[in-house]
């Protein structure tokens, strides 16, 4: 639930409450990407020159009283282990034994980091920070816990730590911790129907069984995030002053913009116009493409010439 609520807070919502008839069937990429996480895991569990307890074969039941037992034993690795706290319950890829306790980790057939490069070293993975918090709560609650520096496994085989009291990246400096405590709070007011949640367009709606459904539902209410590039953050932060594509389209963007600032947080004046015009083109489907400025095009004719005796 924290992962998918990283990714879309109504995926939560209706995997709950929803219709589960109404869900699209799992798409071929998608098994695609289990079935690769599944082997590169296996594959990196194979390469493994430690001894390590192996719970992968045994059933839920088992498998959480057989993670407690190694645990109590001091089993230094401890692979697909199950460990639960109240409602909380967590599978964590593998448990590692410290000098003062247990640490969690996971095993990613991706990058630990996001934007890694030679030049960059990159930054956390909210979803996975998130997946890495819960199962440090639950070791703290257990009493087996060896700090809040969990770690991932990724397909670069490299050990990434995710230090759960660093911040989030440069601007913001809410930590791991704070964060993941603060999608936890969320999803519990979801759980108990406490908190409404709203569907949205973004990237990860092609990954989701839910995509054809809530479509539906944002092309029934035309709302804001139909706009390419806007967004569920943006959407959220236009919803006070415009309800829908038709909204914006017809308003008179004057009344929104201060110089080179508007009264939504996060959008500049440029980025509204430009919204702006995606909701005009929305709201008349028959408009077509146009030219925003006058454009000079090559002399295509002497281009190939030139070309053609480059060649020769």
Known sequence: M?????????????????DLDRRDPI???????????????QETIEKLQIPFENLRVYSAEENEQFTLEAMKRGDSLIY???IRSGNFLGEPGL???????????????????????????????????????????????????AGHSPFVWDIHEQEVIYDLESPIGKRDTTSLWEFYESCLEHVTLIVNQREKTLPALC?????????????S??????????ISELGRSRRDSMLPHFKNVGDLANCDLKNF??????????IGSDMLETFQERAKLLNQPETGPYLRKKSAY???????????????
Not at 27 to 41: D, I, K, N, P, T
């Open 80 to 82: 697909c282990g199950r």
């Open 217 to 226: 539902q944002l092309k029934g209410m035309n709302d804001l995030s139909l």
């Open 95 to 145: 448990i590692r034994k410290n000098d003062s306790g247990y640490v969690a980790g996971d095993i990613k057939s991706g990058a630990g980091f996001e934007g890694m490069s030679e030049e960059s070293g990159g930054k956390p993975k909210k979803h996975y920070a998130v997946q890495l918090g819960l199962y440090t709560d639950i070791l703290d609650e257990l009493g087996f816990s």
């Open 2 to 18: 924290l992962y998918d609520y990283v990714q879309c807070p109504h995926r939560v919502y209706l995997d709950l409450f929803g």
């Open 203 to 215: 990237s990860m709606c092609k990954l989701c069984h839910w995509r054809s459904f809530c479509k």
């Open 298 to 312: 090559p002399n295509l004719k002497l281009s190939y010439s030139l070309m053609s005796r480059r060649t020769l």
């Open 257 to 266: 913009i201060q110089d080179k600032k508007t009264v939504i947080s996060g």
């Open 27 to 41: 798409s071929s990429f998608v098994q695609m990407l289990w079935e690769r996480g599944s082997a590169f895991e």
